[in-house]
């Protein structure tokens, strides 16, 4: 594909492409052949798809369960003494999309015209910030940035984020034109471009791997955006991609990357199922497994179930600032928290939900984490109806309607609304039979599936009564890396499992904003943060670790149904180098899930069809 190019005088020769020492790649079972479209869906083009989450270019490469670290954009990190300071170096030679030099100058425009300008970022994000002072940022060399913060940060983001793994650099030469810092006329432009601010035009060039990306922009990625329209998106091989093969073929060894839209999670299923994509996971539903299963050989393709990392694949939360006074007490009670988590059948969700072959468990850390305690993941998830209807009555529900209802201290009925996202697994399915055992202790809830946009509004304004999702980026470095910052688990939690945005906001600012939390939640943030200020299995980070976790099982403001469930995924028989026949036979377990971003632990670079 390239060759022609080539010989046509349109691209320079391969060894003016790669660096001088290029990242060589061992494919996992053989050299590949060039050629070929890899296919895949997704539900509409502001999500990320399981393709997407193969093509990014991150400092640092991790295994599927976390453990290994090896070198990737970054050759290298070095922390001082006290790991207040951190230097990295970049691989030298690298090349954007576009021909232009990949060097330090892409990682301080990534920082000081993006992350740290306040017209893009008026609050800095806080995993820049330590100690209430944002880290600073220094060239060293053309290929060497050094950062340097107010408290010790072995925990450093750009060292162990990994779901999705850090990207802190853009193509500055080609966003510059955007900025009004290096462009005076940015603004007055974007608005003749149709946006609303340069701020906006600025965005939409300078963001990749989630959803539409900006065919123009330039990438490190093996495959780069050349159509963004309103059915699919497509990538073709980046001519100045830096990895080789073990006998120095540039990779990837596939041409082309086309994602087509399909709108509705059982569309996806069913292209799975019909052999019309090349890789899919990030959609497809346990339950529909052994369809998946029965359809190998029609659909040409080899099914497997990998493992998901999450502490919870669903969890329950109650709204902590509920406005409603007598429905804000009850919530805030432990006992009632306590009452709900027994009322759940975890075992008839996970024998008619996810195959028998999810573990009935509490929202807490993975099971490989190396502090982990298996009584964290037990703490009140025994099924237990008897137990549940007593802490119910010790909270004061001891009258009933006519229904079998219970009701409220001012005598209406105790009811609410469980809302959640109906998509990456079976929420539906789950959020149906949890509300029908809590019917069985008496009370009246109901489960509303809702628009994410219009979920995440309602948890931020905290206008909901409880909500559902999931509890990931369980694995052991990924908890540790996100700690307090995005963790569901942590006072106020995150994303769809937002029950108390007033205290996460509190906390975050330092009291100037937000609702003081209760003590219990301020004492789980401080431990979170100082969990960070120490290296990985030291005495001081299990002894932190251990009280985090004790913590959240006490407090139980996250209720666990089932974690670490089954994950199906599907890849073409025509498709080689993705997953070892050990994994396909079910004798390996493989963690998957956002905290290692998916597919990305297995290099999709050096994926190739063999017809």
Not at 411 to 421: A, C, D, P, V
Not at 504 to 528: C, I, M, N, Y
Request: charged content about 25%; aromatic content about 12%; overall charge negative.
């Amino acid at each position: 594909m390239l060759a022609r190019r080539v010989a046509a005088g349109d691209l320079p020769p391969l060894r003016k492409r790669l660096p001088a020492k290029p990242l060589v790649v061992r494919p996992l079972k053989s050299a590949g052949r060039y050629g070929g479209t890899l296919r895949g869906t997704s539900l509409a083009p502001a999500t990320t798809s399981d393709l997407q989450t193969t093509m990014v270019p991150s400092l640092f490469r991790f295994s599927a369960d976390l453990a290994e670290r090896a070198p990737e954009v970054a050759e290298s990190f070095e922390f001082n003494a006290d790991f207040t300071t951190c230097v990295i170096t970049l691989r030298e030679g690298l090349r954007w999309s576009d021909g232009e030099q990949f060097t330090a100058d892409d990682v301080l425009f990534y920082f000081d015209d993006w992350q740290f300008d306040e017209d893009l970022s008026p609050i800095t994000a806080p995993q820049w910030v330590r100690d209430g002072e944002r880290m600073r940022v220094s060239k060293t060399g053309d290929y060497s940035v050094r950062f340097d913060f107010a408290l010790p940060t072995p925990s450093f983001a750009l060292l162990n984020y990994t779901g999705a793994p850090a990207e802190p650099y853009v193509p500055a030469h080609f966003l510059q034109k955007y900025h009004p810092k290096y462009n005076p006329a940015a603004a007055k432009e974007a608005k003749a471009a149709g946006y609303g601010n340069w701020q906006d035009q600025f965005s939409y060039f300078a963001a990749a791997h989630y959803g539409v990306q900006a065919p123009e922009r330039p990438v490190l990625d093996p495959w780069m955006p050349v159509e963004m329209s309103d059915q699919r998106q497509r990538y073709e091989r980046n001519p100045y991609y830096w990895k080789v093969d073990l006998d120095g073929r540039q990779l990837p060894y596939i041409d082309e990357v086309v994602i087509d839209y399909v709108g509705d999670i059982e569309v996806t299923n069913l292209r799975a199922i019909s052999g019309d994509v090349s890789v899919a996971g990030l959609d497809l539903t346990v339950r529909n497994y052994p369809v998946i299963k029965r359809g190998e050989e029609e659909g040409n393709y080899r099914a497997a179930l990998l493992t998901s990392e999450r502490g919870a694949d669903v969890a329950l939360a109650l709204n902590q600032e509920h406005k409603d006074r007598a429905l804000r007490e009850i919530f805030r009670d432990v006992r009632f928290r306590q009452a709900l988590s027994a009322a759940i059948n975890r075992e008839e969700i996970n024998n008619l939900v996810f195959l028998r072959r999810g573990t009935p468990r509490q929202a807490t850390i993975n099971e490989q984490a190396t502090f982990f305690r298996q009584e964290w993941a037990d703490h009140f998830a025994e099924y237990d109806p008897d137990l549940a209807n007593d802490l119910l009555d010790q909270v004061g529900l001891r009258s009933r309607d006519p229904d079998g209802i219970r009701l409220r201290p001012d005598g209406r009925r105790l009811s609410f609304q469980l809302e959640f996202l109906p998509h990456e697994g079976p929420k539906t399915e789950v959020a149906e039979l949890v509300v029908n055992h809590w019917r069985d202790v008496g009370l009246n809830v109901s489960a509303q599936p809702r628009d994410r946009n219009y979920l995440l509004t309602r948890l931020e304004a905290g206008g909901h009564d409880a909500s559902a999702w999931h509890v990931d980026r369980q694995l052991e470095r990924a908890a540790y890396a996100y700690g307090a910052y995005s963790s569901k688990l942590g006072p106020g939690g995150d994303s769809a499992i937002l029950y108390a945005n007033g205290w996460r906001t509190w906390l975050r600012s330092g009291g100037a904003s937000g609702v003081e939390p209760p003590e219990e939640a301020k004492e789980l943030d401080q431990a979170l943060h100082e969990w960070q200020l120490y290296e990985m299995g030291t005495p001081e980070y299990d002894e932190l670790a251990r009280r985090i976790h004790d913590l959240i099982a006490q407090t139980l403001w996250v209720i666990g149904v089932v974690g670490q469930a089954p994950s199906p995924v599907v890849v073409s028989n025509d498709l080689q180098n993705v997953l070892p026949d050990s994994v396909f036979a079910g004798e390996e377990t493989r963690w998957w899930g956002a905290a290692n971003w998916f597919w990305h632990p297995h290099r999709a670079e050096q994926w190739f069809f063999t017809t």
